[in-house]
């Protein structure tokens, strides 16, 4: 399961160049590691299923940089709570 990949949804694409700064920030703000994917890294992820990974079945490899976890982030906790 892909998530925004460079050429894909993300940069190097016509709607990404539409979007603003602050539109694209805020896409990307929803990614844990705020920022697309890269074709290499999905080549990558291909490479090991093909070559490692022969007792692998039915499974969902999931390479969305942490949107699924992301999207839903953790609320600054007040002064003085983690810090005491």
Same mark, same amino acid.
């Given at each position: 399961?892909?998530?925004?990949?460079?050429?894909?949804?993300?940069?190097?694409?016509?709607?990404?160049?539409?979007?603003?700064?602050?539109?694209?920030?805020?896409?990307?703000?929803?990614?844990?590691?705020?920022?697309? +994917?890269? @074709?290499?890294?999905?080549?990558?992820?291909?490479?090991?299923?093909?070559? /490692?990974? /022969?007792?692998?079945?039915?499974?969902?490899?999931?390479? /969305? +940089? +942490?949107?699924?976890?992301?999207?839903?982030?953790? @609320?600054?906790? @007040?002064?003085?709570?983690?810090?005491?």
């Amino acid at each position: 399961m892909l998530g925004l990949i460079q050429n894909r949804h993300g940069e190097g694409t016509r709607g990404w160049k539409l979007l603003s700064e602050r539109e694209k920030k805020a896409i990307n703000s929803q990614c844990l590691l705020e920022r697309t +994917g890269t @074709p290499e890294e999905v080549a990558e992820a291909s490479i090991f299923l093909i070559r /490692d990974a /022969d007792y692998m079945t039915g499974s969902i490899i999931r390479m /969305d +940089g +942490g949107i699924i976890l992301g999207s839903q982030k953790v @609320p600054p906790f @007040p002064e003085g709570i983690l810090n005491s």
